[in-house]
């Protein structure tokens, strides 16, 4: 297990986690390296904490080096919510405005009352390819047809991601500005913050998936974390819209697990989060722990309100790996003055992001 320490003042090795106090972590390097040695049982190679942006514990596999990169799998899809925070900053969109206004080709028919907002919190109801893997192009995107009205139904799956992506691209045509929407984050958002992501997958037309495929290092993926957990402020500057940003920690009626391309895992969400794990010392249920997720249990969690970024990256996607968000928070965040309150729910944990699509 090689472990990496950046903190000052520490000795060599050492692993600080007296400043996660307020979210239960005892000051001891034995919780993370529990968490680390669970989670590499189970194909996990990376494991990063930090707190109110310092590195409290960085651990790999053997063999694992900081600069490698790996699949996230579905995390990529919430890149488009930041795209959106950055879109919404620029004056380019507004989350509650009609796609059709811009995608006219949705204008004829109740596709017209789908919302940007509708889009990435997954309500838009427009209907999924129904082959496994399938991610529609452009063009299959633009004839997609409804299989809800909008904001009725939450609906795991690509095209509404894509959907996305064109409906960016044709606000930059209009701005002038260069018609590439992964070009657009990748100078608005992961440059600023010293981020990069070392490869794009591409679907058929050309054009960069963004339901999945991006590969980053866990360190990158750290620093993107950082940005949502600092609501969009990087050196004094503010890079997304805070206001917009704040749809990323806000579930809908829906499907209250699920955000603008996040999953919400606090008080409202999934039911061990807020009783086992997400707590303060008064007792009081953590309000905004998210997590980007992907296929593999490829992972990114964010607090604000505890000041924490998460990484756990995977050696694999590939689905059932058995691993467990619930074992994996909660050997990492032991409370070992309060019993564990039992989860009826535990031995059949759902992860949509294992999904088909």
């Excluded at 001891?28 to 680390?36: F, L, M, N, P, V």
């Excluded at 707190?51 to 053997?62: A, L």
């Excluded at 959106?84 to 995608?103: F, N, P, W, Y």
């Excluded at 998210?290 to 000041?307: L, P, T």
Aim: glycine residues 10%; proline residues 4%.
């Amino acid at each position: 297990m090689k472990i990496l320490q950046s903190v000052r003042g520490l000795a060599p090795g050492c692993v600080a986690l007296a400043g996660l106090a307020t979210l239960a972590a005892p000051a001891a390097s034995a919780d993370c390296q529990a968490a680390h040695r669970y989670s590499a049982s189970l194909g996990g190679i990376a494991l990063i904490v930090k707190k109110d942006g310092e590195i409290v514990c960085e651990i790999y596999s053997p063999g694992i080096e900081p600069t490698q990169s790996f699949d996230i799998a579905s995390g990529t899809k919430s890149f488009t919510g930041l795209m959106a925070a950055a879109a919404v900053q620029d004056g380019l969109i507004s989350l509650d405005e009609r796609v059709a206004d811009t995608i006219t080709e949705w204008r004829g028919d109740n596709r017209s009352r789908i919302t940007v907002r509708h889009l990435l919190t997954l309500t838009s109801g427009l209907a999924n390819p129904a082959t496994r893997g399938m991610v529609p192009t452009h063009e299959q995107t633009l004839r997609m047809g409804l299989v809800s009205a909008p904001g009725a139904r939450f609906d795991y799956g690509p095209t509404a991601f894509q959907a996305f992506a064109l409906l960016l691209d044709r606000k930059l045509e209009a701005a002038g500005l260069p018609v590439n929407s992964t070009r657009y984050l990748e100078e608005r958002v992961l440059r600023p913050i010293g981020a990069n992501v070392d490869r794009w997958l591409v679907g058929t037309d050309g054009n960069t998936i963004w339901a999945g495929g991006a590969r980053v290092t866990p360190r990158d993926w750290a620093l993107v974390g950082e940005l949502i957990r600092r609501e969009g402020e990087w050196n004094g500057e503010q890079l997304l819209d805070r206001d917009a940003m704040q749809a990323f920690f806000e579930g809908t009626t829906a499907n209250p697990r699920y955000t603008l391309s996040f999953w919400r895992i606090g008080s409202g969400g999934v039911p061990w989060a807020a009783q086992n794990l997400a707590f303060t010392e008064g007792g009081v249920a953590v309000r905004d722990f998210i997590m980007a997720a992907g296929s593999g249990k490829q992972r990114m969690y964010v607090s604000r309100e505890h000041g924490l970024t998460i990484i756990r990256q995977s050696r694999t996607t590939a689905r059932g790996t058995g691993f467990s968000d619930r074992v994996f928070l909660n050997t990492l965040f032991t409370r070992r003055d309060r019993p564990m309150v039992a989860d009826a729910s535990a031995a059949s944990e759902e992860d949509p992001t294992e999904s088909p699509n």
